[in-house]
């Protein structure tokens, strides 16, 4: 079975879009994901992304990290996909229902809103989510928000330093958090401007997260380092990340496409129900 993919990216963060809108695709395990993914042997990528039919939306959005978890929202794919879409609709995602315009060059998209109670975001047990009690080597008292998926952010004085590799998988794994989490450091270079590196749960380090940058400026928004419109500086370039509290996040960036190709299902289905 020959299927189609597009290779897509936002800032670096790139993606194998599938799209089953009109044929559906045989089940898709976390082998699959994985060895699509992989960097080596399949076509490469921090997620796969998987376009459904959806019978609330105009079509579902599923979304597979590396490791071949499926998680609930990818702020970077939304743009991608709105790219691909080539109009303004409203997608069923894990993570709930997202709001996506096409723009020059990328997209904008409604986020909806954060989500910011411990049992939220989840935590193992009721905790302040703007000044946790916790810490993990020099990163000390993160703030966690819930944007579709987990998130904790450290605000530290150079995001730079701060050795991701070593610590992101020690808190990502981390008991404190039942479902795992993605790992934001941050650091202010401006006014209503921040640098940002982001720990991505089960994909690593990343060069651009979307839902990191809306995550992490609703923590800077609500901790009143930075007002209500923020520039974030990923290593892939930057985001704009509008919100309010008791509003819906609004992020805004580009998006590409790279190549479309074609792949044989059984290369990559190899392992299966075995």
């Not at 958090?177 to 590196?197: T, W």
């Not at 994909?203 to 419109?229: D, Q, S, Y």
Request: proline residues 6%; negative net charge; hydrophobic residues 40%.
């Amino acid at each position: 079975m020959r299927v189609p993919f597009i290779k897509m990216h936002g800032l670096g963060n790139d993606f194998v879009v599938l799209d089953a809108r009109e044929t559906a695709l045989p089940a898709i395990s976390a082998n699959f994901a994985s060895a699509i993914a992989d960097r080596h042997t399949g076509i490469g990528c921090d997620q796969m992304i998987v376009l459904e039919p959806s019978e609330r939306h105009a079509f579902k959005m599923r979304i597979f990290n590396a490791d071949g978890s499926e998680v609930e929202a990818c702020g970077n794919a939304t743009r991608a996909v709105a790219l691909l879409h080539g109009e303004a609709a409203q997608i069923e995602t894990a993570g709930g229902t997202l709001s996506l315009e096409p723009a020059e060059g990328g997209a904008s998209v409604d986020m909806g809103e954060p989500r910011l109670e411990w049992d939220q975001i989840p935590l193992d047990y009721p905790m302040d989510t703007l000044t946790m009690p916790v810490g993990w080597g020099t990163l000390k008292s993160p703030v966690a928000v819930n944007v579709g998926n987990p998130h904790v952010i450290f605000f530290v004085e150079d995001a730079d330093r701060i050795d991701l590799q070593k610590l992101g998988p020690q808190i990502e794994s981390d008991p404190l958090f039942p479902e795992r989490v993605n790992v934001n450091v941050a650091s202010g270079v401006g006014e209503d401007h921040l640098k940002l590196r982001v720990w991505e749960r089960g994909a690593g380090l990343t060069r651009a997260c979307g839902t990191g940058a809306c995550a992490t400026a609703v923590a800077a928004i609500r901790r009143g380092l930075v007002g209500n419109r923020v520039t974030v500086t990923l290593p892939g370039g930057d985001l704009v990340i509008e919100w309010s509290p008791g509003k819906t996040i609004r992020m805004t960036g580009p998006a590409a496409e790279s190549f479309r190709g074609e792949f044989e299902w059984e290369d990559f289905a190899r392992g299966d129900g075995e």
